[in-house]
């Protein structure tokens, strides 16, 4: 299933994020070509903007997704609520599910296979992820402009930057969105930004594998530019 329902407001003023373009096609449908390049993959669900669900159907429809089976709901408010969302038009027999960010769109495949393998080798939870570049330290956040004091220094040889497409067994997905909203509607905790971290939340075990810096997602504009470079070697 493909979350594709953000506004990118960190790329900036434009169309929603799933549908501006690299290399003249839509982030969106770069997405699902990955996703259906790997024969793990029967059905891709997309979860579309709410007011770009028509826009996203016929783009789909336009564009060759190798015979797979694609179906495109609304999205939510956020991107929680737009992978529920999605998970409720994946039909109850399917025993497991990837999800990936519309904003990934240069995810090899090999990454899909090895965590479409992952969960069917038995994991509830699996992610690709790649070791961090840069040191990270924690700060006591502070207004803009005033320095911010550092609380510590994580030992970064065990962090790890976590990607998508993130793999369940769908009855566990299913379940800890579930929760989710149980919780939220009592006035608890907020959204999580990934998948893997509600599995987290409610006590399930979350694996790794790796990820590929290929996988990187675009967020702000210099993604984009180097998102473009990464299509034009590809296509060299
Ligand atoms: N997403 C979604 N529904 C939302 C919010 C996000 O389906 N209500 C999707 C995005 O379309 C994207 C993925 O979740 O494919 C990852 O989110 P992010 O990179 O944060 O995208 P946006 O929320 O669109 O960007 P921003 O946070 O900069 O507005
Ligand atoms: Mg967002």
């Known amino acids: 299933m493909v979350p594709a329902a953000g506004r990118g407001e960190r790329l900036g003023p434009g169309a929603p994020k799933a549908l501006r373009e690299l290399?003249?096609?839509?982030?969106?449908?770069?997405?699902?070509?990955?996703?259906?390049?790997?024969r793990a993959i029967g059905l891709v669900v997309v979860a579309a903007p709410p007011d770009g669900v028509a826009e996203v159907v016929a783009l789909l429809g336009s564009h060759g997704l190798d015979g797979k089976d694609v179906r495109v709901v609304a999205g939510g408010a956020t991107r929680?609520?737009?992978?529920?969302?999605?998970?409720?038009?994946?039909?109850?027999?399917?025993?497991?599910?990837?999800?990936?960010?519309?904003?990934?769109?240069?995810?090899?495949?090999?990454?899909?296979?090895a965590v479409a393998a992952a969960v069917r080798a038995g994991a509830d939870a699996v992610v690709p992820a790649v070791p961090l570049a840069d040191t990270v330290k924690r700060?006591?956040?502070?207004?803009?402009?005033?320095?911010?004091?550092?609380?510590?220094?994580?030992?970064?040889?065990?962090?790890?930057?976590?990607?998508?497409?993130?793999?369940?067994?769908?009855?566990?997905?299913?379940e800890v969105h579930e929760k989710a909203v149980a919780e939220e509607s009592a006035g608890g905790l907020p959204p999580v930004t990934d998948d893997a971290g509600l599995v987290e939340r409610f006590g399930g075990r979350v694996v790794v594998v790796p990820g590929h810096e290929e996988a990187f997602k675009v967020t702000r504009p210099l993604d984009l530019v180097l998102a473009e470079a990464v299509l034009a070697r590809r296509r060299a």
Do not use: K, M, N, Y
């Open 23 to 38: 290399g003249g096609v839509p982030l969106l449908v770069h997405a699902v070509r990955a996703l259906a390049r790997s």
């Open 139 to 174: 700060v006591e956040p502070q207004e803009p402009g005033v320095p911010e004091p550092v609380l510590e220094t994580p030992d970064r040889s065990a962090l790890r930057a976590v990607q998508t497409p993130q793999g369940f067994r769908r009855s566990v997905l299913h």
């Open 80 to 113: 929680q609520e737009s992978v529920r969302l999605g998970l409720a038009a994946i039909p109850e027999e399917v025993e497991a599910v990837l999800v990936h960010d519309a904003a990934r769109p240069l995810v090899p495949v090999e990454v899909v296979d």
